[in-house]
């Protein structure tokens, strides 16, 4: 049932006319024909009024027509659906994306190891100089802090590149789910 039904049916339940909504809600009884024609919709503030003058809640108005559109959504869904496309995406994120991503992880998390170990460097010759695992020179703790302001320059650097690639990949998604639902049956 649409919206103009439901409205219809309630006016007709509480035996107005088009005419008496009309002069209740300070609009023209062309104006609640054609709500109830389907042809405009009434604003929100509008079927919170209705809802109060045929004392039924907004949902009650609108339920069935919900679902009803609800149901139609979803046979859409169903026509649009690609198997074609799906087993395209399948076939070639298994076979191809797959190694590719991999390696883009792989050499994003070297990156961070890298940037990490370097900011780090002058602590763990600390850590290493006081455990006595191996004594260093002064060129060497001169070497670890150059490392350590390297490390704090390759930062910025490799959070926006993790960034973009994962915004990459999330475009990447949208449009393999683009190809899946595509507008053709």
Do not use: H
Not at 32 to 56: A, M
Not at 73 to 80: G, P
Not at 156 to 180: A, C, G, H, W
Request: with cysteine; hydrophobic share 50%; proline share 2%.
């Amino acid at each position: 049932m649409s919206l103009g039904q439901s409205l219809k049916e309630a006016r007709a339940a509480m035996d107005f006319t088009q005419e008496d909504i009309a002069k209740k809600l300070y609009v023209t009884r062309q104006t609640v024909s054609r709500w109830e024609q389907n042809k405009t919709l009434p604003n929100i503030f509008v079927l919170q009024e209705l809802s109060s003058l045929y004392g039924l809640s907004i949902d009650e108005l609108i339920s069935e027509t919900k679902k009803s559109v609800q149901k139609k959504e979803e046979e859409i869904a169903m026509k649009k659906f690609n198997w074609f496309a799906l087993a395209g995406v399948l076939l070639f994120n298994l076979l191809l994306f797959s190694v590719v991503a991999l390696t883009i992880i792989l050499l994003v998390f070297s990156l961070w190891l890298v940037t990490g170990t370097f900011i780090l460097s002058p602590m763990i010759l600390l850590g290493a100089n006081i455990i006595g695992v191996q004594s260093f020179s002064l060129f060497q703790s001169f070497i670890s802090i150059l490392l350590c302001l390297a490390g704090l320059v390759l930062y910025p650097l490799t959070k926006k590149t993790t960034r973009t690639l994962v915004d990459s990949f999330t475009k990447y998604v949208k449009y393999n789910k683009k190809m899946v639902y595509s507008e053709e049956s």
